[in-house]
């Protein structure tokens, strides 16, 4: 008796149904299961994609740990904590970092920038190196070397690794007092643009030099540092490395990992990811009402059986259970084909990038096992929650005529 119900069940989906109605609004229900499904993973898949895009595009600012000052910008007892890190054994590489805000002057075309000033072994954490498109990196022999931004330097015309054109960055002075002079207003010092590399909206208006010129704008003493920005051998374990390295170093530094430096953004990220689920989320929902019409129609259509069914002493329970379990068959059936549909049109859309986001970028997307749990978990809980509820019939509705 245990399997007759799903036998039943099995044969309602299966078999011809009594009108071709009942047929299409059956099949209807499961094609509806279907898109819904199939769109929500695309979606999802297209967030995942999204997600390793913008960590490609920060990937280049912000390194697994950041160190900081936590009172003042220049970072103090630099040796010892250069010590500490050169001992911890799950890091690779660390590098110093100055960034202020500067003004740039060519040719009478003035623009606000970002100068970073990096050491000789920042490319070995962060590898801006690689994404120089014209020109070269600085080679650090001379201070005032640097590679611009591709939008900056296209704004203010600067040739590029010609030793004729020379650019100009003005640093404001700090301090107080009357000023006589132009020199008592700022720091300048000459640039050569040696390379151009890509902007996005994490690095617009950036410029990467040595170390040292930084130093000499703000006039700070040699192996200053506002930052140090640190690899690691395995980046997921950044959250245990930084409370060692607090613990060990002290309360005069803040040390973040990637994603609290883009505390932000990543919350932006994931919030519009919480809303898109949970619209798909009540789009599956609508669509399982398809399944109720679907059992409901098919209750209609065998209620001679059932009632012939009851009287031979099928037990009511074992009915509605037939009920239940041609409604799991649809949401199933729906389920595995939406998959398979959605993950069609990812491979599709990873093989030959047809789909733009703008012109020339496609639409990323990641395929991912926890986005096949997702969906297929949401559309199993409204599908499940729906066939118990519309296969609770009565044992009047049946054997009324």
Known sequence: MKNIAFYIASRYLLSKKGSTAV??????????????????????????????????????????LTVKSSSGKTITDLKKISNILKTNKEILHFSRVIEEKVYLNYNGKGDIAYLRGVDSAYTKV???????????????????????????????????????????????????????????????????????????????????????????????????????????????????????????????????TKQEENAAFWKMINTEKLFIYLIFALVIFITTFNLAGAIIILQLDKKLQAKSLISLGFPLSHLRKTYFYTGILIVVLGVISGLILGSVLCFFQLYTEFFKAVENVPFPVKIVAKNYLIVAATASLFGISISWFFSKISKDYITKS
């Open 23 to 64: 047929t299409f609004i059956t099949w209807l229900a499961v094609g509806a299961m279907t898109v819904a499904v199939a769109a929500m993973f695309v979606i999802i898949s297209v967030f995942s994609g999204l997600e390793v895009f913008n960590q490609n595009l920060i990937s280049n600012l912000h390194a697994d």
């Open 126 to 256: 962060n590898p801006i190196d690689s994404t120089v498109f014209y020109g070269k990196y600085p080679t650090f022999e001379y201070s005032n070397e640097v590679i611009m931004e591709n939008s900056l330097d296209n704004r203010l015309s600067i040739p590029v690794d010609s030793v004729k054109d020379f650019a100009t960055v003005f640093m404001p002075k700090s301090g107080t007092g009357i000023i006589n002079k132009e020199e008592d207003i700022y720091n300048k010092k000459n640039i050569l643009v040696t390379g151009v590399f890509p902007g996005n909206d994490q690095l617009n208006n950036y410029i990467f030099a040595p170390i040292e010129l930084s130093e000499e704008l703000l006039q700070l003493p040699k192996n200053s540092a506002y930052q140090i920005v640190i690899k690691l051998k395995n980046p997921e374990h950044a959250d245990r490395i930084k409370k060692d390295l607090l613990s060990s170093i002290g309360k005069s530094v803040d040390i973040k």
